[in-house]
């Protein structure tokens, strides 16, 4: 589960799973508990009408060059940039029915309620899974193994200093924020 090199408190920290594996949750946890910000790669992308923001980039550039953040591992080409500032990588490998099924109740969610994500954009029609290749559902259907196969070499490509924590169900999920969260109200005790 813990890359034998991660540092004890990262203070820079990426989270990669599938759309539905709970990255945005996880990575909003992991921020409170390490006391960094949380920034919500999806809103640093999309722009009015889904169009991708021109200063997406230099968002990232910006946060990347900041001292404590937790994110998303997203955006081909965002993640050499987080990549290259990241202390750890945790990467939320969970089975496929559980992150497919979670998926397809937020998806369903979000249309139904009409929920604002960023910038205004709502979910499209739940029919445009049929008819848009980009559409999330299909979009992780399509990507699920390629996911696997490849994050941990990419991320080893491109540093192979760089640690991964790869948790694999909830239970790992749980017991791993727990024990960091221990080591961080240890180490704030000490300051």
Known sequence: MLDADAPALPR?????????????????????????????????HHGPGWVPRPEFLDDVRALAGS??????????????????????????DQPYPLVLARLVRRTVRRRVRREVLWNGNVEGPLHHLFTDPEHVVRYQWVHRHKYRRDLVPWA????????????????????????????????????
Do not use: F, M, N
Not at 12 to 39: C, E
Not at 158 to 179: I, M
């Open 12 to 44: 820079r920290v990426l989270v990669a799973g599938l759309s539905g594996a709970g990255k945005t949750t996880l990575a909003r946890r992991l921020a409170g508990v390490l006391d960094v910000p949380h920034t919500e790669i999806d809103a640093l």
């Open 67 to 92: 001292e404590g953040w937790v994110t998303e591992w997203q955006y081909g080409s965002a993640r050499p940039l987080l990549a290259a500032r990241a202390d750890l990588l945790v990467w939320l």
């Open 156 to 191: 080893r490509r491109e540093r192979p200093d760089l640690p991964v924590v790869r948790l694999t169900g909830d239970r790992d999920v749980e017991r791993w924020v727990a024990d960091l969260a221990g080591l961080a109200s240890g180490a704030g005790r000490g300051r």
